[in-house]
């Protein structure tokens, strides 16, 4: 019983800015490291950014300089933040999180979630 949510989508204008939030909720013990992708129509889906735990950060030729990934482990949500948007990151960008689950029995057990998706829209 844990879940990851994404938010802050919407249609913006060329050189326009987007948050997008991923919170995850449920049974956590903590949260490891944290991806965002992106996927296009007709494109693979490719990674956007992603936070470690010790917060180092890995983000794509495309978006590097434009967009910042963050975390706030006291409310167990990652941030990535967009600016200076531009209609070829039109897309829908998930959310992945590795989490470690406190399970019966004093077990702790990793895994893998993906978010439904949110979508970027970037037109005039």
């Known amino acids: 019983q844990a879940q990851v949510v994404e938010s802050g989508g919407g249609l913006v204008q060329p050189g326009g800015s987007l948050r997008l939030s991923c919170a995850a909720s449920g049974n956590i013990f903590s949260i490891n490291s944290v991806g965002w992708y992106r996927q296009a129509p007709g494109k693979q889906r490719e990674l956007v950014a992603k936070?470690?735990?010790?917060?180092?950060?890995v983000y794509a030729d495309s978006v590097r300089g434009r967009f910042t990934i963050s975390r706030d482990n006291a409310k167990n949500t990652v941030y990535l933040q967009m600016i200076s948007l531009k209609p070829e990151d039109t897309a829908v960008y998930y959310c992945n999180a590795d989490l470690t689950r406190r399970l019966p029995l004093g077990v702790f057990r990793d895994y893998n979630y993906w978010g439904q998706g949110t979508q970027v829209t970037v037109s005039s």
């Open positions: 936070i470690t735990s010790d917060e180092s950060t």
